[in-house]
């Protein structure tokens, strides 16, 4: 702020999105099992800023972002489905975001799948979100590729040229 000059007056917040459960009263990251972290807290950062900090779900901000300004725009209820390094969802029911009791809705990734399948960070086995991550699609075509390393960019670029591997692998993850 100060180094921009901005004037703090105008700016309304900072918002915060992490993944994992997060406890938006106490501005606290519960945990994080993609990041191996546990009670992180951004209890400080209001007082420091002095200015609101508001702490959400990445999963719940994508999801009210496509309700607000993307392809859900006025939809009255949705599951939005959050991919990347993990796996989580936003539930919108009657046009308003649904956290459930403890802000908790939306954890999918952690649900076994696979009864004895491949070990999560979470420390359990066969969750949905080792089978359906980016990390995991990436890792697929790196294995068809002899380990050579890409991203999903590249990735998706091989696709659309219509790559052997690219489609190989493209048609097993889904």
Excluded at 48 to 54: A, G, S
Excluded at 63 to 87: D, H, R, S
Excluded at 126 to 145: A, D, N, T, V
Aim: charged content about 25%; aromatic content about 8%.
């Amino acid at each position: 702020i100060e180094q921009n000059r901005l004037d703090a007056d105008k700016i309304i917040g900072v918002g915060i999105t992490v993944p994992g459960n997060v406890d938006k009263k106490h501005l606290m990251q519960e945990i994080s099992p993609q990041l191996n972290v546990k009670k992180v807290s951004f209890l400080s950062l209001p007082k420091e800023l002095r200015i609101p900090v508001y702490l959400e779900k990445e999963a719940n901000a994508a999801t009210l972002a496509e309700l607000k300004l993307g392809i859900a725009k006025g939809m009255k209820n949705l599951v939005y489905i959050y991919l990347t390094q993990g796996v989580g969802a936003g539930m919108v029911m009657g046009g308003e975001l649904y956290t459930g009791a403890h802000n908790r809705a939306g954890e999918i990734g952690h649900q076994t799948i696979i009864p004895k399948g491949k070990r999560c960070n979470c420390g359990k086995l066969g969750c949905w979100e080792m089978y359906i991550s980016e990390e995991e699609l990436l890792s697929m075509y790196r294995k068809k590729r002899e380990g050579r390393d890409t991203s999903l960019k590249d990735f998706f670029n091989h696709l659309s040229y219509a790559d052997e591997k690219a489609l190989s692998v493209w048609e097993e993850y889904l």
